[in-house]
């Protein structure tokens, strides 16, 4: 099983709503990423967790707010987002080599598509 | 910083011809390159992954090389079909956490 899956698949939400994105992998890969992909554009990242914890994160605005509750699933919580920030929102695994290298292929789920209102 | 280049950004061609898509990458410290194809609206299929140490990976019609050295990967797709129409995007994985660079894709059409 390779798959990467996300819910909603779609989202529409108002600049004062609260919601949550979720993505959840059983490969037992134990590095998950968020990106975020506007239209016409390549995908780029947001947030690196890395063994459950927090490895990177590429200054994206505090009203996107990631958690890692364990190694199979990775929420991104959402606040007071803002009509720009609407794109397609991409989760994505992989896991280290028995080196501790992280040079295996990555896995992509289908997106989430956000809608801000 | 890494900078992913792809040419050509668009490009169609009738079914049944030969191309190659190119892919160019400015620091050749990278782990691996990785190949995907992303159809409108949808997420990312990895179609190849080619390691630092290697010079190609073929999967049925497609094949990718990689030069490291020039900093350059080409991905060939045999016989095209109207179903390989979709977007063609290059990714370099030289960071530390496994982190992807992508290229701005190919965008690429087969006419029946």
């Known amino acids: 099983d390779t798959e990467v899956t996300q819910t909603p698949k779609h989202l529409v939400m108002g600049m004062t709503n609260k919601k949550s994105l979720k993505c959840e992998q059983h490969m037992g890969h134990r590095a998950m990423y968020w990106y975020k992909q506007k239209a016409k554009k390549p995908p780029e990242l947001m947030f690196v967790y890395s063994y459950e914890k927090l490895s990177i994160n590429e200054s994206v605005p505090s009203r996107f707010s990631p958690e890692c509750p364990n190694s199979s699933l990775l929420n991104l919580h959402l606040h007071a987002l803002q009509p720009e920030d609407s794109a397609l929102y991409l989760c994505?695994?992989?896991?280290?080599?028995?080196?501790?290298?992280?040079?295996?292929?990555?896995?992509f789920g289908q997106g989430t598509r956000l809608t801000v209102v | 910083k890494q900078e992913v280049t792809q040419i050509p950004a668009a490009l169609s061609v009738p079914e049944g011809e030969n191309l190659v898509l190119n892919c160019s990458f400015t620091?050749?410290?990278?782990?691996?390159l990785q190949w995907f194809r992303q159809d409108p609206g949808k997420g990312l299929t990895s179609l190849l992954l080619?390691?630092?140490?290697?010079r190609e990976q073929t999967s049925g019609r497609l094949n990718a090389s990689l030069d490291k050295s020039s900093g350059r990967s080409t991905l060939y797709i045999a016989a095209s079909q109207p179903g390989d129409s979709a977007t063609y995007l290059c990714a370099v994985n030289g960071g530390s956490q496994g982190n992807l660079i992508f290229g701005k894709g190919t965008k690429l059409s087969v006419k029946p």
């Open positions: 994505a695994s992989s896991h280290p080599t028995r080196a501790g290298e992280w040079n295996t292929e990555a896995f």
């Open positions: 620091d050749s410290a990278i782990y691996n």
């Open positions: 080619i390691q630092s140490s290697q």
